[in-house]
């Protein structure tokens, strides 16, 4: 069957790749789906379905797993990473040579092979503290944790190896939040509907700090708008991707007012980030803004909890990093 193009995806088994991955193949892509599948694998119900997809297990650290599954390759979005700080503090070591030391080599593997572009998920977080009420592209780079500073890293190395043939985009994403098969209940709007839905209670450390969000379905439209651009209007272009910026606070009073507990609990932080991320320069160049708002990941949450989608959702390791990393003896 004709396709519209290979695309690898590693970190397909992850928060985002687990619904990327599905769309890609609803687009006519043939996907190879590259993950550790430390959290499940997610797909077992797909492949039945989809003669496109092919499930492979393997680690980015390991140089022949990618050669395997780089031959012939189209498109490659990167995704594969020790995400968050918490989860990178948890084992440094491991941090480090996942999300730094086997970029490079990966880099270059696809580039030798052929691969025509490849997209890198950054993170926001590269922008550090700032005070700017519009946290463009073009400010400076204060990364706070080394999570944050191997990204910067990352992006210059990807950079730095583009050429006319070599297709390269960096993606900053705010923080993705809404529902997914491989659920995340670490990450903040996510955190605060789990909460309000099963403990009845919505605990906000701080509450002043400014946190940009995303849908996690807009995340993955960006996926796709970035791909099926003409080379000229992605190639070496990094972008901002984020909804709405708003306080903990105004997110908590959402959770909130659309799952009906009303408790609210303030306590102190010494987690002072705060940061306004700014996505028009994508609007700009190639016309792509998200659709979606944090109520209606917040709604699909509470949706989900209604219809029995998690299995201990408060404590069950497989929807929380570190408590994951743990159990597999990666902390």
């Known amino acids: 069957m004709k396709t519209n193009g290979i695309v690898v995806v590693f970190g397909a088994g992850g928060y985002v790749g687990s619904r990327l991955t599905p769309r890609l193949l609803s687009k006519g892509y043939e996907v190879r789906a590259f993950d550790t599948y430390w959290y499940g694998n997610v797909f077992d119900s797909l492949l039945s379905k989809n003669q496109n997809l092919k499930v492979i297990k393997g680690d980015v650290r390991n140089i022949e797993d990618v050669q395997d599954v780089i031959s012939g390759v ?10 968050n700080d918490p989860s990178f503090d948890m084992n440094p070591q491991l941090g480090k040579s996942v999300n730094l030391d086997s970029f490079e080599p990966l880099v270059k593997l696809a580039k030798n092979a052929g691969v025509k572009r490849f ?18 592209e073009s400010l400076s780079l204060e990364p706070l944790t080394d999570y944050s500073k191997y990204k910067v890293i990352c992006e210059e190395v990807l950079l730095s190896h583009m050429t006319s ?20 209940f670490d990450l903040a709007v996510n955190i605060l509907t789990n909460h309000a839905v099963n403990r009845s209670e919505i605990k906000v450390f701080g509450g002043q ?12 439209d960006a996926y796709l708008h970035i791909m099926e651009q003409d080379v000229e209007r992605v190639s070496g272009e990094i972008f901002n991707i984020g909804g709405k910026n708003l306080t903990l606070n105004e997110i908590a009073e959402r959770v909130s007012s659309i799952s009906g507990v009303a408790n609210i609990v303030h306590e102190a932080t010494d987690d002072l980030r705060s940061y306004r991320v700014d996505s028009s320069h994508i609007f700009q160049k190639i016309g ?3 659709k979606r708002e944090i109520d209606d990941a917040i709604s699909d949450l509470v949706a989900a909890f209604a219809n029995r989608k998690f299995t201990n959702p408060l404590g069950n390791p497989l929807y929380f990093n570190i408590k994951r990393m743990k159990e597999l003896n990666l902390a």
Request: hydrophobic share 40%.
């Open 119 to 136: 997209i890198f998920a950054s993170s926001s977080s590269v922008y550090g503290i700032k005070e700017e009420e519009r946290v463009t």
């Open 165 to 184: 043939n070599f297709v390269c985009t960096v993606v900053r994403p705010a923080t993705v939040c809404g529902y997914s098969i491989r659920q995340r």
């Open 74 to 83: 189209d498109v490659v979005i990167h995704l594969a990473c020790i995400s």
């Open 288 to 290: 792509f803004e998200p």
């Open 209 to 220: 700090q400014y946190r940009p969000n995303l849908h996690i379905e807009d995340m993955v």
